[in-house]
Every structure is written in C-alpha cells, then in structure tokens.
C-alpha cells in the first residue's frame, strides 16, 4: 500500500477528479480531497492510497507536473506527519536554573 500527496489542485477539483486521475494506474483504496473545516472549501490538496505500491510510484511518476482541471498538479508519496512536542514546544526566553523572585 502506498498514501500519495496531490498538490496544486484546482479548488474546483472534488475527490471524483482525483479518483478518475488515478483509476488508470490501479485500485484506489481512497482518494480525498482536504477541505477547511471551517468554509467547506478545498485547500487545494489531496490524499490518495494506492493498493500496490509499484502501481502508486507509477502513478506518481506519470502524473507529476500534469495537468488536471487547468492546473499543473504536483503529485509525490505522502510523508508521515512530523511529530509535534505535546506541550506546544520553546517559546524563547531566557530559562536558565534559577529564576528571580517577585
């Protein structure tokens, strides 16, 4: 199995265009558009898992930099999400061993 990012999407491409765009080169398991929680709207990427990771890099390779819905899409195999530190990480400042007192 392999999860493709498609980028560069026409906000008027709906996840029926990427699913067409990807059908030629084998069973798609999903294919989603991301759209803002808030206004509905696509942000102009997409998620697609591949079935065969073989039949996915050959998507990827012969749909890179093509055009779907008017735009040149950028398309590679999705990366994991960089994991965040849970506390919300270093705000700056000078944090040494000892504090002043107020």
Known sequence: MINIYV???????????????????????????IQDMATGRSKGFA???MSDKTAGLTAIEQL?????????????????????NDRGGDRG???GEF????
């Open 93 to 95: 400042g000078d944090r």
């Open 64 to 84: 890179d930099n093509t055009e779907l819905n008017g735009r040149n899409i950028r398309v590679n195999e999705a990366r994991p999400r960089e994991r965040t």
């Open 47 to 49: 998620f697609v898992e």
């Open 7 to 33: 980028g560069n999407l026409s906000y008027q491409s709906g996840d029926a265009d990427v699913l067409a765009a990807f059908e030629a080169f084998g069973e798609v398991k999903s294919a989603k558009v």
């Open 99 to 102: 504090r002043a007192r107020r």
